[in-house]
């Protein structure tokens, strides 16, 4: 029986701060080990090159000596305009941003590295390009198995309005890095190395606040010597756990959610990056809305007492929430509630299948439409994971976000203030999941 309830759950993360080095997965394993072993548990660790070495990508972005093709990156893929972070600059917390072709990065990365990386040029790191949209028929990789049950990019995709998902490339000289953050929505994320090696420094949750400064900002680079100044960093004594890992040419990294880390680019790498949440951490990513909701509040407390806001208090902070983690509570409930109806269908037809055709194996790969009814733009054919074990999971997780959903006085008082139907529909979507878990004889 696979553990659903978040007190279970959370217990299984709890001996995460005893890791002292990432392991490292030679032998492919199953999926339900994999998410006993490392999805649930929220535990880091590394799987071998083996993983990727079929990958298009492996094969024509690297040269034989493992460096990176510039010249077919650059006629391939040249046209294409990409996000590009100065490592050498800090602003408002980040590396500065701009924008270049793919075709003048090659030339500017070719040229940094003939001249020997040298410290009058710039360090740039070509971050955050949505690969797969600007080149959706080159199949560059494929998603390990282990992380294809992800709901964020399921619901993203979706959202015919919104063009947008969580799957990038990264392209960085020797040198380039990543500051230290923890992921959007404190999703998961897998990093694989397509070419080149990456230190990764991890603190397990909990540990950053011992790496907040007294304004309670975040350091930018670990490393820095600001740490040891405990008028700065009155809390950096008490950090205990930092865990350090290289990971090589191939391999593929999975960072857990809410495990604070910062990247190094040891040699020119190249790396294909996802982040997604689902079942597993979806309570952390919610716990997280949940509390920047009350940093928000807190933010604009003063907005309230001024009396500046006339009746649209609790949409002004939804609007900022959504302005500062990029989602809000009303999107984060058609999250929930895009991601269960599928669900629900294709457990009524596994149910009905499995009571037409006993014994027979054809359920675990029958071609569904993961979609909600009358829509039939994705289709995909299931997943040998998503049967009806992993469909039940999902369920009962979405449900018991629902169940909180409806406990939190702040949705309750926006809905109130937009005269809206959320907390009516939290409640008839719980109503659809019961009557979907009695009518399909579901073990819950
Ligand atoms: O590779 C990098 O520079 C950063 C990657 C990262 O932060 C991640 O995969 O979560
Ligand atoms: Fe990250």
Same mark, same amino acid.
């Given at each position: 029986?696979?553990?659903?309830?978040?007190?279970?759950?959370?217990?299984?993360?709890?001996?995460?701060?005893?890791?002292?080095?990432?392991?490292?997965?030679?032998?492919?394993?199953?999926?339900?080990? #994999?998410?006993?072993?490392?999805?649930?548990?929220?535990?880091? %660790?590394?799987?071998?090159?083996?993983?990727?070495?079929?990958?298009?990508?492996?094969?024509?972005?690297?040269?034989?000596?493992?460096?990176?093709? #510039?010249?077919?990156?650059?006629?391939?893929?040249?046209?294409?305009?990409?996000?590009?972070?100065?490592?050498?600059?800090?602003?408002?917390?980040?590396?500065?941003?701009?924008?270049?072709?793919?075709?003048?990065?090659?030339?500017?990365?070719?040229?940094?590295?003939?001249?020997?990386?040298?410290?009058?040029?710039? %360090?740039?790191?070509?971050?955050?390009?949505?690969?797969?949209?600007?080149?959706?028929?080159?199949?560059?990789?494929?998603?390990?198995?282990?992380?294809?049950?992800?709901?964020?990019?399921?619901?993203?995709?979706?959202?015919?309005?919104? %063009?947008?998902?969580?799957? #990038?490339?990264?392209?960085?000289?020797?040198?380039?890095?990543?500051?230290?953050?923890?992921?959007?929505?404190?999703?998961?994320?897998?990093?694989?190395?397509?070419?080149?090696?990456?230190?990764?420094?991890?603190?397990?949750?909990?540990?950053?606040?011992?790496?907040?400064?007294?304004?309670?900002?975040?350091?930018?680079?670990?490393?820095?010597?600001?740490?040891?100044?405990?008028?700065?960093?009155?809390?950096?004594?008490?950090?205990?756990?930092?865990?350090?890992?290289?990971?090589?040419?191939?391999?593929?990294? #999975?960072?857990?959610?809410?495990?604070?880390?910062?990247?190094?680019?040891?040699?020119?790498?190249?790396?294909?990056?996802?982040?997604?949440?689902?079942?597993?951490?979806?309570?952390?990513?919610?716990?997280?809305?949940?509390?920047?909701?009350?940093?928000?509040?807190?933010?604009?407390?003063?907005?309230?007492?001024?009396?500046?806001?006339?009746?649209?208090?609790?949409?002004?902070?939804?609007?900022?929430?959504?302005?500062?983690?990029?989602?809000?509570?009303?999107?984060?409930?058609?999250?929930?509630?895009?991601?269960?109806?599928?669900?629900?269908?294709?457990?009524?037809?596994?149910?009905?299948?499995?009571?037409?055709?006993?014994?027979?194996?054809?359920?675990?790969?029958?071609?569904?439409?993961?979609?909600?009814?009358?829509?039939?733009?994705?289709?995909?054919?299931?997943?040998?994971?998503?049967?009806?074990?992993?469909?039940?999971?999902?369920?009962?997780?979405?449900?018991? $976000?629902?169940?909180?959903?409806?406990?939190?006085?702040?949705?309750?008082?926006?809905?109130?203030?937009?005269?809206?139907?959320?907390?009516?529909?939290?409640?008839?979507?719980?109503?659809? $999941?019961?009557?979907?878990?009695?009518? %399909?004889?579901?073990?819950?």
């Amino acid at each position: 029986m696979i553990p659903y309830k978040d007190e279970e759950i959370v217990q299984l993360r709890n001996n995460n701060t005893e890791l002292k080095q990432i392991p490292k997965i030679e032998e492919k394993q199953t999926y339900h080990d #994999f998410f006993l072993n490392y999805l649930l548990p929220n535990y880091p %660790c590394i799987l071998s090159s083996d993983f990727t070495k079929h990958w298009q990508s492996r094969k024509e972005w690297c040269l034989s000596d493992g460096s990176p093709n #510039f010249e077919f990156l650059q006629v391939r893929f040249g046209n294409a305009c990409v996000p590009v972070a100065n490592c050498k600059e800090e602003k408002y917390g980040s590396h500065p941003k701009s924008e270049m072709t793919i075709h003048n990065f090659m030339s500017y990365w070719e040229k940094y590295k003939q001249r020997g990386y040298h410290e009058d040029m710039d %360090c740039l790191y070509l971050k955050d390009f949505h690969f797969n949209r600007e080149f959706p028929d080159y199949k560059a990789y494929e998603t390990p198995e282990y992380f294809t049950s992800d709901w964020m990019n399921e619901y993203w995709d979706k959202r015919n309005e919104i %063009c947008d998902d969580y799957r #990038f490339v990264y392209m960085g000289p020797k040198g380039s890095w990543t500051p230290f953050h923890a992921d959007v929505f404190r999703s998961f994320s897998w990093s694989a190395n397509v070419c080149g090696k990456k230190k990764w420094i991890f603190f397990p949750p909990g540990e950053e606040e011992c790496l907040k400064d007294v304004h309670g900002q975040l350091v930018f680079d670990v490393n820095s010597e600001d740490l040891n100044n405990p008028k700065k960093y009155p809390k950096f004594t008490e950090l205990k756990h930092r865990i350090e890992v290289t990971q090589l040419p191939g391999e593929i990294i #999975f960072v857990p959610s809410g495990w604070h880390h910062q990247v190094f680019n040891l040699e020119d790498t190249i790396s294909i990056n996802h982040n997604w949440l689902n079942g597993c951490n979806v309570d952390i990513s919610w716990n997280y809305l949940k509390q920047g909701l009350t940093e928000v509040e807190q933010e604009i407390q003063d907005v309230k007492d001024a009396k500046m806001v006339d009746g649209d208090w609790y949409q002004h902070c939804q609007m900022m929430l959504k302005a500062d983690k990029g989602i809000n509570f009303p999107e984060f409930f058609d999250f929930m509630r895009t991601i269960v109806l599928p669900r629900i269908e294709i457990l009524k037809q596994q149910t009905k299948s499995i009571d037409r055709v006993e014994n027979e194996h054809e359920t675990s790969h029958m071609d569904t439409r993961l979609s909600t009814k009358g829509d039939i733009t994705q289709t995909f054919t299931t997943p040998h994971w998503l049967n009806k074990d992993c469909i039940q999971f999902d369920i009962n997780r979405v449900k018991y $976000i629902l169940e909180d959903m409806l406990k939190n006085e702040e949705f309750a008082n926006y809905n109130e203030e937009v005269n809206g139907q959320h907390i009516k529909q939290i409640e008839e979507l719980i109503g659809t $999941i019961n009557q979907s878990i009695e009518c %399909c004889d579901v073990d819950m």
